[in-house]
């Protein structure tokens, strides 16, 4: 079976976001890249479910991301993943979520798959719209927000969290799934991973063998950002300076009372 996890770059969350006043892009220099936080538990899905089947399992990095990518792209390898594929080209710069999801499906069926895993979210585009527009590109059931992945007697089985509990959902293979970070926490790379990985092939795919039958990147864009704000600076925090621990305490329960939530 042919797992293939889509992995997607972004600044370091940790790091402080800055707009671009000219071009309305998001700042990507200057700061580390760092694989999405929600997609480490989507190769921490893709790891476990090949644990499990065993036999001729194999679990493809999938990325839309320039070159200078590589090396990051190498950590999800380390993981345990056993090789990448990225999709690397200047025309892709200024795709939204359509063209994103557009040329990805291209290059997923130049690869072919049996399960694509998804992140639920980006850390930085955050519109949550590419696992769906994956699906629908593809031609394959989409599910999800799975917090658990299984297959088994050829279908994907898998349980969708909801405000309530979670839903047991399947469908035939081949499929799209984007998970939760229910999944289970993302395994550290280990030393032989590490090493093991530098030996693992990374191939690098241009627009060019994708025969796309549409313009994509900055010209494709069906849609363009307007405006942006940054959002309103909060008030500083009300400091109480307590001679000691109970009228601290006291101090925090009356807070806590004016504002009636004891
Ligand atoms: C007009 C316009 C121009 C833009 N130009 C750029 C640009 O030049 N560069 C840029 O980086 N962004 C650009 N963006 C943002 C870009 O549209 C989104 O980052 C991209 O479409 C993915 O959407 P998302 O980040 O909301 O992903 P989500 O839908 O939130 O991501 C969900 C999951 O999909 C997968 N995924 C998403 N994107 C990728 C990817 N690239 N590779 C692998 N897996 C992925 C991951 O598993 C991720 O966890 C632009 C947006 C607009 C509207």
Redesign the pocket.
Known sequence: MKIV??????PDPNAEKRMDTAT???V?TGVDTVI?P??EY?IEAALQLKEKLGGDTTVTV????PETGKETVRKALAMGADDALM?SDAG??????????YV?AQGLKKVGFDLVI?????D????????G??AEYLGVPGLTNARHVEVADGKLKCQRETDNGYQVVSGPLPAVV?VTMAVGEPRYPSLKGIMGAKKKTITVMPLSELGLDRPV??DG?K???LQFAPPPVRAKAHVVNAEDGPSGAKAIFDFLKEKKLV
């Open positions: 996890v889509t992995v997607k770059l972004v309305k892009r998001l990507r999405n929600y997609d989507a999938f990325s839309m991301v999709l892709l710069e200024g795709s939204d979520v359509w063209g994103t999801a990805m998804c992140g639920g979210l980006s930085d585009g955050s519109s949550g719209g590419v696992p527009a994956l984007s990147g900055n864009a849609t363009e950002l």
